[in-house]
């Protein structure tokens, strides 16, 4: 009875953690479908501009893709009166620039901040104080539309909060590229 209720519960983690991880309440694609949802919170999304890919090293197995993330803000009236910002007026108000690099047989992905390489680790529970939750769905985005196919796909990564293996990229997003 114990074991059931601790798969009940770790299962219901598994799904919450994996709505949150693709930025639910917030609008899956903007502008036509060409910004694509890979993180939001406090009434702000941030978008992969999938017209913004650029393909700056191509020797496989590694690749370097560079991609635009477009901050968007929603109307918190609008939150307020429906509790979701999907359908709000909205604006933009910034972007950045990210690159990453990729190791195909590794599965092994890096991005650049302030000058330097850092490692993206599969087996590690980002949150939103280290600033990396969108990592992981910004690059499948930008890998996604560089080659037209999935970089991660299946692939799974341990959870040391969650105490087991969950997909690094929630099918939600494969589905909003259409792939």
């Given at each position: ?28 694609t ?112 930008a ?37």
């Open positions: 009875m114990q074991t059931t209720l601790k798969i009940i519960f770790l299962s219901a983690v598994m799904i919450l953690t994996s709505a949150v991880a693709f930025a639910e309440p917030y609008p899956t903007l502008d036509n479908g060409n910004w694509v949802c890979v993180d939001g919170g406090m009434g702000v999304g941030k978008y992969a501009d999938r017209s913004s890919v650029v393909a700056e090293f191509y020797s496989p197995p590694n690749y370097r893709i560079a991609i635009d993330i477009i901050y968007v803000t929603f109307s918190d009236d609008y939150w307020r009166n429906h509790q979701t910002y999907i359908g709000s007026p909205y604006k933009v108000s910034g972007s950045q620039t990210l690159h990453f690099r990729y190791h195909w047989g590794r599965k092994a992905l890096s991005y650049l901040q302030n000058g330097t390489w850092l490692d993206w680790d599969i087996n590690h529970d980002y949150s939103h104080a280290e600033g990396a939750p969108l990592i992981p769905y910004a690059a499948e985005v890998f996604v539309s560089a080659y037209n196919m999935k970089f991660f796909g299946d692939t799974t990564g341990y959870s040391p909060v969650l105490k087991g293996y969950r997909r690094v990229i929630d099918e939600n997003l494969y589905r909003a590229l259409d792939i």
